[in-house]
């Protein structure tokens, strides 16, 4: 008896996790695969779903008007909103990272307050900061000479007041990433290359952008997977579901639509395909992105070619593998 | 003689237990909850504080839950999805009735154990018919409409001389809108409009957005009617008149109270939010008639249903309250006094209350221009792909508004987006 008691606890012990997994992801995983080939509004109970094949996914793939729209603005965010948080947040790690600046705390939390602020919060925000008669935007571009915009209801401003909102928001995310990379890298690096005389660009770009390598990877994979879930900014600063992400559904993105589809058009079945759709293309994203790292950082050839290129000088040795 | 005493007892009990079996329900100690929206809460809890609610159910402990109007309506959706969660009665605006009468998740109210059809006999037809599916269920009773009015600033009408009442058109309103909005402190900066956007305009001709967007399976006919809108919203921009915030935004709530805009178009239930908390200062400014052209509209209105999840000991309660809050005449007056919330309940639409002047519109008798509305509001069929014909047209006015997109084009897209859709 106590044998078997011994051999259950573990089991005991573990299934909190099981229990909690089972219920909240692998219960709505298969439910949602479930869903993209049935048809369902959503009421009267999942009796009244019907099988609806691969109509779903056809319907979105060649007849829709709106799946390939939605995923070419996710897409433009993708780019401006989200790639472009890194071309900030590297450099803003190595300002942070350095000895030179005093009080890096305060800095750092700065940098990290938008990412826990609320994003209705955020966008609410910058409704005002985006407003075309008393907006701050405005009265800065004003100076220049620059007619005022109406950022958030014409179709060419909406994606960029959407990509601001979202680099404001998760540049100092990825800096404090970027951060914890930069205080992995050893020192004697550098020491090495100020000995050998490497300015501080060439120190950069031959030393900490290829040891960063992989949390770069890593960030942009969290990019990628948070940028094409868009929804918050977009749905806030459109106000909400009734306007369809504004004229011409500038901001109207693919998680956007998912929800568009559940709530306001009682697809389920749709609005699950265009999940699974999204997924796909995430994943096929995370491998590009994967590919693309592997290739600077395999066997080291980047950083030699690089080197070799940059600055024959500096000679990193064997301790540079970055696997 | 013990055996006829038995027997009298028995009598006597069994009809006391029928004669008051109806009764019993709304005695009964009992906990509900109930979901509502926006300004509902201050209302049902003033019927819930009335006398007459008490001695009627004198040990209901009634809970509400409320949000704002998206956050209730997705809760309701989700929860109605999932089968659990929902509360035992639920409040519904009529923009999503369609949906429940469509595809279900609300208890047939004309079933027997209800009798809903018999009980709202005296509802606004509309709202009824609305509410009930092809085969006769009926899922929803209405509680409270919204005739679409006019609402204007009478210091402002009577400082610059600009005649607000019976306007006889669109573009009168327009030119008269020309006038309100000008630069008051001369620094070349309008601070003064005449209305807060075009898109709080564009459902007033579409008698407020609910139903009608289809005729025989086609979307967006007659096309004179929504391309009519269309130009409209486009006029308004094109003359200026319109200060450009978007619905219920914070500018858009301030600019009423800070008199950046002076005009408005809404369900009657706006002159409540005016007077409880966005613009309680300026009581006596405020008047109303009738939109242009004497349209008669419906701008909102809200339903009360049991969803069919509500476990069947709670369901005979949350019957009783629904009806009371519905054809209750104490109830309906009190939602309206507090809120502003127009009765659905047609026998209370000639209580004196209609002709009293009211204190927050300088003494005029406003009510009796809700009241004619109400009686006139047309019937509409409404369909499960409203809500996608309402947020399709709402994109195709912001292309013709913000983007300056020909009405046609927009038309046509729209159109094409709704087939596409449904």
Known sequence: MRLNRQKIAPYVFISPFFIVFAAFMVFPLGFSIFLSFHKWSGMGGIKTAQFAGLQHFSFLLFKDVYFWKTIG???????????????FAI??????????IRGRDIFRTAYFLPVITSAVSVAIIFQNVFNMKYGLLNYITGIFGVAPVDWINWSWSIPIAIAIVINWRWIGWNTLIYLA???????????????????????????????????????????????MQIFDEPFVLTQGYLWMGGANNAG????????????????????????????LL?????????????????????????????????????????? | MKRLCLVLIIAFLAGTLFASGPQDVSKQEITLTMGVFGDLESAYTAVKDSDGFKQKFPKLTL?????????????????????????????????????????????????????????????????????????????????????????????????????????????????????????????????????????????????????GWFQNNEPLEPAKRFKGVLELCKKIREAGIDANFPGWSGEWINSFKEGIVVTMFSGAWLGGHFKNWMCPDLAGDWRVDYCPGKVFASYGGSYIGIPEQTSAEKKPMAWEVTKYLCTNPDAQLITFKTTDAFPALVTVFDDPIMSEPVEYYGGQKVRLIFQDIGKNIPVQNVSEYDAIAVDIFNNAIKAVVDDGVPVDEAYKTAKTEIKNQM
């Open chain 1, 181 to 227: 990379g930069l205080q992995a890298i050893p020192n004697e690096l550098y020491e090495s290359a100020d000995i050998d005389g490497a300015s501080l660009i060439t120190k950069h770009v031959n030393i900490t952008i290829p040891m960063l390598l992989p949390i770069i990877f890593f960030a942009v994979t969290m990019s990628i997977i948070g940028g």
């Open chain 2, 63 to 211: 809970q509400f839950q409320s949000s704002d109007f998206g956050g209730h309506h997705d809760r309701l959706v989700t929860q109605i999805a999932a089968g659990v969660g929902a509360n035992d009665v639920e409040a519904l605006e009529i923009g999503y009735i369609a949906r429940f009468v469509r595809e279900g998740g609300f208890t047939n109210l004309s079933a027997d154990l209800f009798k809903g059809k018999q009980v709202g006999k005296d509802l606004v037809k509309f709202g009824m018919s609305n509410a009930t599916t092809t085969d006769g269920k009926l899922v929803a009773l209405p509680v409270d409409i919204a005739p679409a009015v006019f609402f204007y600033r009478k210091s402002v009408s009577d400082d610059l001389g600009v005649e607000l009442t019976g306007i006889a058109s669109w573009d009168e309103y327009i030119e008269k809108g020309k006038q309100l909005t000008i630069d008051k402190d001369g620094d070349g900066v309008i601070d003064q409009y005449a209305l807060t956007n075009p898109n709080d305009v564009s459902m007033i001709p579409l008698n407020g957005g609910k139903g």
């Open chain 1, 91 to 100: 450099p803003l790690a190595i300002v942070l990272n350095s000895k030179l």
């Open chain 1, 73 to 87: 603005i996710t897409i433009w965010l993708l780019i401006f909103g989200s790639f472009t948080q890194h071309l």
């Open chain 1, 252 to 279: 109207f993105t693919a998680a956007f639509y998912i929800l568009w589809s559940l709530q306001r058009a009682g697809k389920y079945g749709r609005g699950s395909a265009i999940a699974w759709l999204l997924f």
């Open chain 1, 282 to 323: 995430v994943l096929i994203m995370t491998f590009i992105n994967r590919a693309i790292t592997n290739y600077y950082k395999g066997d080291n050839r980047g950083i030699k070619r690089v080197t070799a290129k940059k600055d024959k000088a500096i000679d990193i040795g064997p301790q540079m593998n970055l696997h």
